[in-house]
Structure formats: C-alpha cells, structure tokens
C-alpha cells in the first residue's frame, strides 16, 4: 500500500520569511499525483498546490511552489513570503484510485 | 450553498449508541469518500463508492458501515459508537479523472463519551 510520511509534526516560520515542508511517499506506481492541502483552524481542507508525476517542472502557485524529486519520492512545499493566514496544519497527499495522506504539519507563523 | 454538505457540524453521543453522520453534494461527482482525522495519524479511509452499486471498505472500516443512498449521498454509520471513535469526519468527492483533487466537506466532530 501506498504510504505518505510527514517528518516534521510542527515547524515555525517568521513572518515574510521562507519555510520548506517535507514529506515523502513510497509507491510502485509511476502514474500518480501529488497534492498539499491546508487546514486552518476552520478545519476546512483546501487543495494548495498539485502536482503530476509525469511532469518534471515543479508547480507553483503565487507564494506556494513544490520540489519533485520522482526518483526519491519527495514532495515538499516551499511557503515564500510567510503570512500569517498561512498558520494552518498542512497535509501531503498521494493519490491514485484513492487519496492517501500523511499525518500533517502543524506550521506556526511568528509575526 | 457548499458543494459537500456534512451534518451534523458537531455531536455527542454515548458509548453504544448508533450515529449516522450525512454528506450530501452538488457537485455531481460520482466518487464519495468518509475519512476520520485524528492528531498525528492525519487523515485515513473509511470507506469509499464509486458509483451508486459500488461500496468498498478503506482502511479503517472496521466499526463502520455506509449506504450510498443517490449519486449525491453518502452516508456513515457507527452501529454502536465507542469512545475511540472520537475524531473529526470528512466527507469528500471526486470525479473519475484522478488527477484532481477532492471536494472536502467542513467535518463532523464527534465525540463518543
């Protein structure tokens, strides 16, 4: 079975700076997606950023951009320019037939 | 009106009562997923439907059955609630193209006293 690990269970950030999230997955698969969602205190779950395996460009959006590195199954989130609406807990995710997630960052955003 | 509704928002039951918890959409998806999060564990499947006549177990179903009463509803039951059923539940959809992804709910929280 597919398996997301996040390493880092809370991280810290100053505001307007940079912070780098991590998370790895192990697969046999080499069609599949990748995602980061947010989850403020609302605990509403919102997609961030997706990337698919097939493409070697990373995707951005705005301030939120990935580093894909396929051979070693890595997907991290790079935040620039932090706000502090960013501090929300952040989920990795893979998916394929279904969505499997890792266990979350809690990311604190220090004004 | 949101895409995924889930009721309740919240609920306490007891230990060894029954609760459904709804989640309806309007996004015409016909893929339905359940979730449960719980700190440090992070989001795992319960169950999921791809179609109406298409029900299979995740990886957490023990405890739990569902019924997909339309394309639009799903819903979770917990036939005797105990408290290490406590976490938040998550509704989502998808559509068949796998290369998107899901359509959250906003959660239930229930806790099993």
Redesign the interface.
């Given at each position: 079975?597919q398996t997301?690990t996040?390493s880092q269970?809370e991280m810290s950030v100053q505001e307007a700076e940079t912070v780098t999230l991590s998370c790895t997955y192990d697969t046999s698969e080499s069609d599949?997606?990748l995602?980061w969602?947010k989850q403020p205190p609302?605990?509403?779950?919102i997609?961030v950023i997706?990337q698919?395996a097939y493409k070697q460009q990373n995707a951005t959006e705005n301030r939120f951009s990935v580093n894909f590195q396929k051979a070693a199954k890595s997907f991290s989130l790079k935040i620039s320019d932090s706000q502090l609406g960013d501090a929300a807990m952040y989920?990795c995710?893979y998916?394929?037939?279904?969505?499997?997630?890792?266990?979350?960052t809690r990311l604190t955003v220090k004004p | 009106d949101a895409d995924v509704t889930q009721t309740p928002r919240n609920r306490i039951t007891k230990t060894g009562k029954r609760i459904m918890l709804e989640c309806s959409q309007t996004k015409g998806h016909d893929r339905m997923y359940w979730y449960r999060q719980d700190p440090g564990l992070g989001l795992r499947l319960i169950y999921y439907s791809f179609d109406v006549k298409d029900i299979n177990k995740g990886e957490i179903s023990d405890g739990y059955s569902v019924s997909r009463q339309a394309q639009a509803k799903f819903s979770l039951s917990l036939e005797s609630a105990i408290p290490n059923q406590t976490a938040l539940y998550f509704c989502a959809t998808s559509d068949w193209d796998t290369s998107y992804g899901y359509t959250f709910g906003s959660g239930t929280r229930l806790t099993v006293v």
């Open positions: 079975a997301v996040q269970p599949y997606y995602f969602y609302s605990r509403q779950m997609l997706r698919e989920f995710a998916r394929d037939n279904d969505m499997r997630f890792g266990a979350g | -």
